[in-house]
């Protein structure tokens, strides 16, 4: 972003400080009513003809900026997707897709398939549907944790190839 003297343009589209069209004014004069104000004039679109400026106060802008994708930072990057080993195949299919939505966006995908009552028993059923969701993605992502039992529930972690360290 260029500020005050770094805008080149003779003539811009001026927005004030409350976000009010002052319309098409020259540098000169925009720098004026901006120093008036002792505020920033601060270049919003400078592809536009002719370019939009706003009066404010830059330092405050940049800091909004900071804080916006400090939080944007935070944002959860584990997901979870939940199976049973009754799962119809449309269900899977359904499951895949969103397995795929989250691994392209680069978080990380915890599956987890639930045993019921006496499916337990069939354990291996739930391995197979493991290493079928780990073949599935294999072209995306990679196994970072294998499939570990704890109690009735089978749990894998899904890391998204690019993210590699």
């Known amino acids: 972003m260029r500020v005050n003297e770094q805008i080149r343009e003779k003539e811009i589209r001026l927005i004030g400080e409350n976000g009010e069209n002052l319309g098409i004014v020259s ?32 330092g405050k802008h940049q800091y909004r900026q900071e804080k916006r994708q400090r939080k944007q930072k935070r944002q959860t990057r584990l997901k979870e997707i ?20 989250f691994l392209s966006a680069g978080n990380q995908v915890r599956v987890t398939i639930f045993f019921r009552g006496r499916e337990i028993v069939h354990a291996n ?17 990679k196994v970072d944790h294998k499939p570990t039992q ?16």
């Open 125 to 141: 059923r739930g391995h197979a549907l493991m290493d079928k969701v780990a073949e599935r993605v294999s072209d995306i992502a």
């Open 150 to 165: 704890k109690g009735k529930v089978l749990q894998m972690l899904l890391v998204p190839t690019a993210q590699e360290n």
């Open 27 to 58: 540098i000169e004069t925009a720098l004026a009513q901006a120093k008036d104000r002792r505020l920033d004039l601060v270049e919003i679109a400078s592809t536009t003809k002719p370019s939009v400026c706003k009066i404010i106060d830059y």
């Open 82 to 101: 939940k199976f049973t080993i009754k799962i119809g195949n449309h269900d899977f299919e359904t499951k895949m897709r969103r397995v795929h939505t």
